[in-house]
């Protein structure tokens, strides 16, 4: 190991040098969406991922710890939305809240799940399974329909504990 590297065992003690270490990838940030009995529910995720082509399969995955598992693991279809650069309130509004929609553009969409304007994109989703992970469950969506924004505006990113936006290379532009 090279003088700037740290090795550490992922021990209890250790939970926060892991943390860390994992908010090394940067993501991409979402909201899934799901109607519930009381309304429509929201939480921002950075965890979600492409699966599979054939069937179309992505997956997210929810803290067991929060309030709002419970109601995604049972939710027969959520909708995930990819954030643009300029939806940041919306991230930091579904991080802390999963209600306050009646201050949104949202409307009913496929599946009846709510549907949030302005997102890069939307991929409407039937629950295909959901599978317990440690401290989160996995929670795996066979798309059903997508939403497409026509915007080639830069997505919401998050790494290192801190929003931003991808910013490309402009010598790797010129090649």
Excluded: K
Excluded at 27 to 53: D, E, H, K, R, W
Excluded at 95 to 104: N, R, V
Excluded at 109 to 131: K, S, W
Excluded at 135 to 146: A, C, K, P, T
């Amino acid at each position: 190991m090279s003088a700037d590297t740290a090795l550490f065992s992922p021990d209890p003690d250790r939970l926060p040098d892991l943390r860390r270490a994992f908010g090394c990838y940067g993501t991409g940030v979402t909201v899934i969406t799901t109607q519930t009995p009381m309304g429509p529910l929201g939480m921002t995720a950075n965890s979600f991922s492409s699966v599979s082509l054939t069937p179309p399969l992505v997956l997210w995955s929810p803290a067991v710890s929060s309030r709002r598992h419970d109601a995604f693991a049972g939710a027969e279809s959520f909708c995930i939305h990819v954030l643009g650069a300029d939806q940041l309130d919306l991230a930091r509004h579904f991080a802390t809240s999963g209600d306050g929609f009646e201050t949104l553009a949202w409307e009913a969409g496929p599946l009846d799940t709510p549907h949030l304007a302005g997102c890069l994109a939307a991929f409407f989703c039937t629950t295909h399974a959901v599978h317990p992970a440690g401290d989160h469950s996995l929670i795996l969506g066979e798309v059903r329909h997508v939403a497409q924004g026509m915007s080639e505006a830069p997505g919401l990113l998050f790494d290192r504990g801190r929003f931003g936006q991808f910013t490309p290379d402009a010598a790797a532009a010129d090649q």
